[in-house]
């Protein structure tokens, strides 16, 4: 009999038809040599318990999680790791060989990994850093900045109760500021990342002045569509190093990967340009 070895492995979305993700995975898949696929997963919420607990008997090593599903996943898999208990969310599940489920968030590595790869001299313990918006995103960036040893993270959010619950739930040195403040929160900051929606496709801009910003400061936006925010273009403009968010997508991929096959997978610049040609419309 020839080898039975097939790796599943897939995103679970509702909607999940316009994520990247498998396109990124079964470019590793083919890099690697390892047999599998990844696949889209479109599941309704009241599908998400079943679902999951039926990827040990499909054989899946595991998958992610996207929208809507960060949440509730939570109460379903047997474990959940503490930062990503902390972060609030998990976006990545792994079948242990036992069959249990294990959940983790790797979006914190993704946010570091992209901001190492573009700016390698980056240290978020060199200073401040200003965080705008305090969703989902937020938290696993906030956590990540607290683990590089930022000595303050401002954070300024349009709904200031939801900045409070953050700070409360992540610990550690975190300013809440209200919205009015977010330009001058700017002042003497090493690090400067957007996590609200502002900027997206078919959103307004961010309305921030980076006047008080240093030069120095390296500028990120967790938005990828546009692949260059309107922030990112203005603080590029002015001299400042600035990273979009496609990159943290990618650089989220090899920390699963990891923990899925114990192996990780390279994020080259062919499989960036595969990614922007299929944002851009060309894929
Ligand atoms: P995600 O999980 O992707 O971070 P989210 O939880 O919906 O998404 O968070 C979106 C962020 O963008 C929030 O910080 C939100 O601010 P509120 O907490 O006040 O809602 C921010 N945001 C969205 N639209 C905004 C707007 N028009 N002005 C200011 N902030 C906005």
New binding site residues.
Partial sequence: MTDQTYHLLGVMGWPVMHSLSPMMHDHWFAQTGLPGRYVYLPLPPERLGPALRALPALNFAGCNLT?PH?LKAMEIVDEVDPVARKIG?ISCVVVRKDGSLFGTNNDWLGFLGNLREAVPDWRGAAGPATV????????AICHALLSEGAPEVRLV???GE??ERLAADIGGPVTVLP?EARHAALDGAVTLVN????GMVG??P??LTLDALAPEAVVSD?IYTPLETDLILRARARGNRAVGGLGMLLHQGPAAWKLWFGLEPRVTPDLRAKMEDRLGGNG
């Fill in positions: 929208i960060k969310a705008i918006g305090a969703g989902g995103g937020s938290r959010n349009r709904t939801r900045a919205w996590t609200t929606s502002l959103q307004p961010l309305d967790i």
